[in-house]
């Protein structure tokens, strides 16, 4: 994301990523306003529900354009939120098309002496002779969006959250903004939010800490299923159980979920650690201390044989967020590869029977988890029984 507007006089600003599309278009708008000499701004509604509405935009966009400032010696103008520039219903109708086609064309012979314009929109049609006018005679700005697939999106999330906690005079350890970002996941609105919950949290407190991510914990979907499997890392009994209470009453509520999901939380987890475990035993990776200290090492794991770890992203620990791996390195000292070995048993049982019996699945779920976290008993007395 640029640090300021650009010099050009047209500027779109598009993406999936629908909040940051919004966050930044404002930003723009409001930079364009101060100019020396006063500024007299048009916004045009461009959120449209079919083909005449969308007509309708366009032509308060023409005439916005034509009007000269009534005040002050500029004019910024902004087509705001358009959702027919990609291939949307509206989009694909005719007139829209045509309309679109001679706008581009007027769009390039006009002067922008004292005249911006700023399109702000979601998904656009690069092929489309609009879109290739705003790109010739101005600038483009894409907010594709944060996808878990993606290699990089952690990266990006945080760079977006420390951003954001600067605008608002704090600053967050590197441990801090990894269990944030791991515990919010790719999505930047609620993300938004929560560095907002963070720095009022931390008050007068220039640096927010890793117990400040820990006190005001969000309660969706992402953060219980990783405070779960975290806890089982952990091998806190209580916590688990805890965890797991919380998410059973969720599964209530919710008619979209049920404890198979769970389960597969679960089975993931251990996965993790498995293979985490195998990763220390060849030294690919270290125990480190803290954060910090882990992640550098993150930069040489293109040594690891691309055939000793799966296909598929979800099971590779290599595309997983860095802390989430920071943590398991930990958290694999916990247990030995047996009692790994033998959860996964468990796991498959406990699907086994939640799919073949008619059995109380909390019940199930939770003698299963105390089955795998609970320490074997080392008094002599104990094993003999």
């Given at each position: 994301m640029p640090a300021a507007a650009p010099d050009s006089p047209v500027l779109l600003i598009c993406g999936e990523d629908e909040f940051a599309v919004k966050q930044r278009a404002r930003e723009i708008f409001q930079?364009?306003?101060?100019?020396?000499?006063?500024?007299?701004?048009?916004?045009?509604?461009?959120?449209?529900?079919?083909?005449?509405?969308?007509?309708?935009?366009?032509a308060s966009l023409r005439q916005a354009l034509q009007t000269l400032p009534?005040?002050?010696?500029?004019?910024?103008?902004?087509?705001?939120?358009?959702?027919?520039?990609?291939?949307?219903?509206?989009?694909?109708?005719r007139d829209v098309t045509e309309t679109l086609a001679a706008l581009a064309q007027e769009l390039k012979t006009s002067r922008w002496d004292n005249v911006r314009l700023l399109v702000s929109s979601g998904k656009v049609d690069k092929r489309k002779s609009?879109?290739?006018a705003l790109e010739n005679i101005g600038a483009v700005e894409t907010f594709p969006g944060w996808a878990a697939d993606d290699k990089d999106w952690a990266a990006q999330a945080e760079n977006f959250a420390r951003r954001s906690l600067r605008?608002?005079?704090?600053?967050?350890?590197?441990?801090?903004?990894?269990?944030l970002v791991a515990s919010v996941g790719p999505h930047s609105r609620m993300l938004s939010s929560e560095v907002d919950k963070r720095a009022l949290y931390a008050g007068s407190r220039p640096l927010i800490g890793a117990d400040d991510v820990e006190a005001v914990?969000?309660?969706?979907?992402?953060?219980r299923s990783f405070a779960l499997g975290d806890a089982l890392g952990d091998r806190n009994l209580v916590a688990v159980l805890r965890c797991l209470d919380r998410e059973l009453w969720e599964i209530k509520r919710d008619t979209k979920r049920n404890e198979?999901?769970?389960?597969?939380?679960?089975?993931?987890k251990v996965r993790t650690l498995v293979l985490v475990k195998e990763m220390l035993a060849k030294k690919w990776l270290r125990p480190a201390p803290d954060f910090p200290r882990f992640k550098p090492q993150l930069a040489h794991l293109d040594r690891v044989p691309s055939d000793a770890m799966p296909e598929d992203r979800r099971f590779n620990p290599l595309a997983w967020n860095p802390f989430v791996l920071y943590k398991a390195t930990g958290q694999a000292a916990n247990y030995t590869l047996a009692e790994l070995i033998q959860a996964m048993d468990l796991l498959l049982q406990c699907n086994q029977k939640l799919i073949s019996r008619n059995l109380d699945?909390?019940?199930?779920?939770?003698?299963?988890?105390?089955q795998i976290v609970s320490r074997p008993d080392p008094s002599p007395l104990r094993a003999a029984a």
């Amino acid at each position: 994301m640029p640090a300021a507007a650009p010099d050009s006089p047209v500027l779109l600003i598009c993406g999936e990523d629908e909040f940051a599309v919004k966050q930044r278009a404002r930003e723009i708008f409001q930079q364009w306003g101060r100019k020396p000499g006063g500024v007299e701004a048009e916004i045009i509604d461009a959120s449209v529900n079919n083909s005449g509405e969308a007509l309708r935009a366009l032509a308060s966009l023409r005439q916005a354009l034509q009007t000269l400032p009534f005040f002050g010696s500029a004019k910024v103008v902004w087509l705001q939120d358009c959702n027919f520039l990609g291939e949307e219903r509206a989009a694909a109708a005719r007139d829209v098309t045509e309309t679109l086609a001679a706008l581009a064309q007027e769009l390039k012979t006009s002067r922008w002496d004292n005249v911006r314009l700023l399109v702000s929109s979601g998904k656009v049609d690069k092929r489309k002779s609009f879109y290739k006018a705003l790109e010739n005679i101005g600038a483009v700005e894409t907010f594709p969006g944060w996808a878990a697939d993606d290699k990089d999106w952690a990266a990006q999330a945080e760079n977006f959250a420390r951003r954001s906690l600067r605008a608002l005079d704090k600053d967050i350890s590197d441990e801090a903004l990894a269990q944030l970002v791991a515990s919010v996941g790719p999505h930047s609105r609620m993300l938004s939010s929560e560095v907002d919950k963070r720095a009022l949290y931390a008050g007068s407190r220039p640096l927010i800490g890793a117990d400040d991510v820990e006190a005001v914990v969000t309660r969706n979907k992402q953060a219980r299923s990783f405070a779960l499997g975290d806890a089982l890392g952990d091998r806190n009994l209580v916590a688990v159980l805890r965890c797991l209470d919380r998410e059973l009453w969720e599964i209530k509520r919710d008619t979209k979920r049920n404890e198979i999901g769970l389960l597969y939380i679960l089975v993931s987890k251990v996965r993790t650690l498995v293979l985490v475990k195998e990763m220390l035993a060849k030294k690919w990776l270290r125990p480190a201390p803290d954060f910090p200290r882990f992640k550098p090492q993150l930069a040489h794991l293109d040594r690891v044989p691309s055939d000793a770890m799966p296909e598929d992203r979800r099971f590779n620990p290599l595309a997983w967020n860095p802390f989430v791996l920071y943590k398991a390195t930990g958290q694999a000292a916990n247990y030995t590869l047996a009692e790994l070995i033998q959860a996964m048993d468990l796991l498959l049982q406990c699907n086994q029977k939640l799919i073949s019996r008619n059995l109380d699945a909390s019940l199930l779920l939770q003698q299963t988890l105390v089955q795998i976290v609970s320490r074997p008993d080392p008094s002599p007395l104990r094993a003999a029984a």
